[in-house]
């Protein structure tokens, strides 16, 4: 079975500065899809990026990005200029066939 | 984009009761739903995937006479919690894949129905 752990709980930054949010997983597969969520307070689930495993290069939309390692299972999230609205939780996703979610990371952001 | 509608947003009913919940995929056609389930502070947990026309499939430790899913057509899904009790209060999320694109492109989300049985 596949496994995405989220080994930060919480993690704090500085408005305006950049915060990189870890997520590794396990498979045994090799086409997959990748994703990071976000849950604002409203609990409304909000898609923030995805990646596909069989391409190499990082995803990018816009202030956020990812550095996917493959080999490693690590796919982490980058912020850059956290804004007062970044402040959520963050779950990163795998999916094949179904989606499975890591436990989280709480961001809050300092203005 | 495509829009999952999910209702009610929150319920509150006596134990021993039951509660149905509604996904409807608004403008797309969802031949899969998934439901989870999301404690305080804790992640979501795949509890059953249910497709058109066919029995769902439950994940490990999911009761399914308890929680009764039904996908009846291309557009909706229900869960039941059938005689609900005090530890069935919790977050219930529908998602779906648009049906166009399989899950490759992420899910669309309801917006989560809190069930707190008194």
């Known amino acids: 079975a596949q496994t995405v752990t989220q080994s930060q709980p919480e993690m704090s930054v500085q408005e305006a500065e950049t915060v990189t949010l870890s997520c590794t997983y396990d498979?045994?597969?090799?086409?997959?899809?990748l994703f990071w969520y976000k849950q604002p307070p409203s609990r409304q689930m909000i898609l923030v990026i995805r990646?596909?495993?069989?391409?190499?290069q990082n995803a990018t939309e816009n202030r956020f990005s990812v550095n996917f390692q493959k080999a490693a299972k690590s796919f982490s999230l980058k912020i850059s200029d956290s804004q007062l609205g970044d402040a959520a939780m963050y779950f990163c996703a795998y999916n094949n066939n179904d989606m499975r979610f890591g436990a989280g990371t709480r961001l809050t952001v300092k203005p | 984009g495509a829009v999952v509608s999910q209702h009610p947003s929150w319920v509150i009913c006596k134990s021993g009761t039951s509660v149905k919940i509604e996904c409807r995929s608004l403008?797309?056609?969802?031949?899969?739903m998934f439901w989870y389930r999301q404690f305080p502070k804790q992640s979501l947990m795949l509890m059953a995937t249910?497709?058109?026309?066919?029995?769902?499939?439950?994940e490990q430790g999911v009761e399914k006479d308890k929680f009764l899913i039904n996908h009846a057509s291309l557009t909706l899904s229900t869960l039941t919690v059938t005689s609900a009790h005090p530890e069935d209060s919790s977050f219930y999320i529908c998602s779906a894949p648009d049906a166009r694109t399989g899950g490759n492109y992420g899910y669309t989300f309801g917006s989560g129905t809190r069930l707190t049985v008194v």
């Open positions: 990646q596909e495993a069989y391409k190499q």
């Open positions: 403008d797309f056609q969802a031949t899969t």
């Open positions: 498979t045994s597969e090799s086409d997959y899809y």
């Open positions: 249910s497709n058109e026309g066919s029995k769902a499939t439950y």
